[in-house]
């Protein structure tokens, strides 16, 4: 379909208030009966839907804010990156004439900001990556048109984005850190072996995921280049992996 027609659309955002509950729960909690307009007794390490509500959004929402308050997405007529807040619905968009790549957008941890790549994937061309944030309006590159971007995600403490680049050949992929300010696009010295999907996880390293999808490899590194291992990870990372573990 038409992108225009495809992104054209009106959509109604159903909020969901989602309360996750970790840790075991006591005997005799759990042992209360619920009254009638409470939810069934949750199970410990799973969401409860707590509450629901609307709200009218001209646009594409993809991706709720850390703290609740923002949701992100595409503008009307699939052209620019959007927040629109949850409490009254009214929007902050940028005016650039960027088209996002709706899946790419990831948000800050402090809900400051969030950075996405522009283009489509499916047409392997040269992209950027973007960072976009909230209280301005403002949309800054951060890494031009030279590779093929994806999945930029963040550092812990917010002040670096990482993503993958590729050239001509997309199954060659590098990892580029760059600081959330701008400034100079750094490649990690990691060999060229297939690199699936990166994710921040403790104490300054980086989560890699190799190889094909059958055989996937797990590796850490440290996000100055150092100290790359095979790794065999624990699934209780705190956040969910975007690759199977090998």
């Given at each position: 379909?038409?992108?225009?027609?495809?992104?054209?659309?009106?959509?109604?955002?159903?909020?969901?208030?989602?309360?996750?509950?970790?840790?075991?729960?006591?005997?005799?909690?759990?042992?209360?009966?619920?009254?009638?307009?409470?939810?069934?007794?949750?199970?410990?390490?799973?969401?409860?839907?707590?509450?629901?509500?609307?709200?009218?959004?001209?646009?594409?929402?993809?991706?709720?804010?850390?703290?609740?308050?923002?949701?992100?997405?595409?503008?009307?007529?699939?052209?620019?990156?959007?927040?629109?807040?949850?409490?009254?619905?009214?929007?902050?968009?940028?005016?650039?004439?960027?088209?996002?790549?709706?899946?790419?957008?990831?948000?800050?941890?402090?809900?400051?900001?969030?950075?996405?790549?522009?283009?489509?994937?499916?047409?392997?061309?040269?992209?950027?990556?973007?960072?976009?944030?909230?209280?301005?309006?403002?949309?800054?590159?951060?890494?031009?048109?030279?590779?093929?971007?994806?999945?930029?995600?963040?550092?812990?403490?917010?002040?670096?984005?990482?993503?993958?680049?590729?050239?001509?050949?997309?199954?060659?992929?590098?990892?580029?850190?760059?600081?959330?300010?701008?400034?100079?696009?750094?490649?990690?010295?990691?060999?060229?072996?297939?690199?699936?999907?990166?994710?921040?996880?403790?104490?300054?390293?980086?989560?890699?995921?190799?190889?094909?999808?059958?055989?996937?490899?797990?590796?850490?590194?440290?996000?100055?280049?150092?100290?790359?291992?095979?790794?065999?990870?624990?699934?209780?990372?705190?956040?969910?992996?975007p690759v199977q573990y090998a």
């Amino acid at each position: 379909r038409p992108k225009d027609d495809r992104m054209r659309i009106r959509t109604f955002l159903t909020l969901t208030t989602m309360l996750f509950l970790s840790g075991a729960m006591t005997s005799s909690a759990s042992a209360q009966t619920p009254s009638a307009s409470a939810v069934a007794s949750p199970t410990a390490g799973e969401w409860q839907v707590t509450g629901v509500r609307e709200v009218a959004i001209d646009g594409s929402p993809v991706a709720l804010s850390p703290d609740g308050r923002w949701i992100a997405g595409i503008g009307p007529e699939g052209v620019d990156i959007c927040a629109w807040n949850v409490e009254t619905g009214e929007s902050t968009c940028a005016d650039t004439g960027v088209r996002p790549f709706p899946f790419s957008i990831a948000w800050a941890p402090d809900s400051s900001a969030l950075v996405f790549v522009d283009g489509d994937p499916v047409l392997h061309e040269p992209n950027g990556v973007w960072i976009f944030t909230v209280g301005t309006g403002e949309v800054t590159s951060l890494a031009d048109a030279a590779l093929m971007h994806q999945q930029p995600v963040w550092t812990a403490d917010g002040e670096t984005v990482i993503f993958l680049g590729a050239d001509v050949d997309p199954e060659w992929v590098s990892i580029y850190t760059v600081d959330r300010d701008g400034g100079p696009v750094d490649r990690l010295p990691v060999p060229r072996v297939g690199i699936q999907a990166v994710i921040p996880i403790r104490d300054g390293r980086l989560a890699i995921a190799t190889g094909a999808d059958s055989s996937l490899q797990m590796w850490e590194i440290g996000l100055d280049g150092t100290g790359l291992e095979r790794t065999t990870l624990p699934i209780e990372l705190g956040q969910d992996m975007p690759v199977q573990y090998a």
